[in-house]
């Protein structure tokens, strides 16, 4: 039952998101993009390539992980001497991971 109750979680989730989306999007943007939408999916059947118009274009940043992951090397690379005794990586680490948490 877990499951299912997450999975109506993330319909109501997503369809929120998709809504505010929608909403703050210029209605000319959202013209061009339905029209896209209907040409690919007239299209699929002949060329299923066609359906890569709906994949994200967008870049996404360094994961909390990997920024740690990178902190932590730099932290070991360094020559220099830290005044805390190199307390300073922990504690941005662990607030990092708290914020990750939440």
């Known amino acids: 039952m877990g499951k299912y109750n997450r999975a109506l979680e993330n319909i109501l989730e997503s369809w929120n998101t998709f809504l505010g989306l ?6 000319m943007s ?3 993009w339905e029209e896209s939408i209907t040409e690919a999916e007239r299209q699929r059947e002949f060329d299923p390539t ?3 118009i709906m994949q994200s274009k967008i870049k996404t940043g360094a994961t909390v992980k990997e920024i740690m992951a990178d902190i932590m090397r730099e932290d070991g690379l360094s020559m220099s001497i830290v005044p805390d005794g190199g307390n300073a990586t922990e504690w ?9 948490e939440q």
């Open 50 to 52: 066609s359906m890569d």
């Open 92 to 100: 941005l680490l662990e607030g990092f991971m708290i914020e990750d």
């Open 22 to 27: 929608d909403n703050t999007a210029p209605p």
């Open 30 to 32: 959202k013209a061009i």
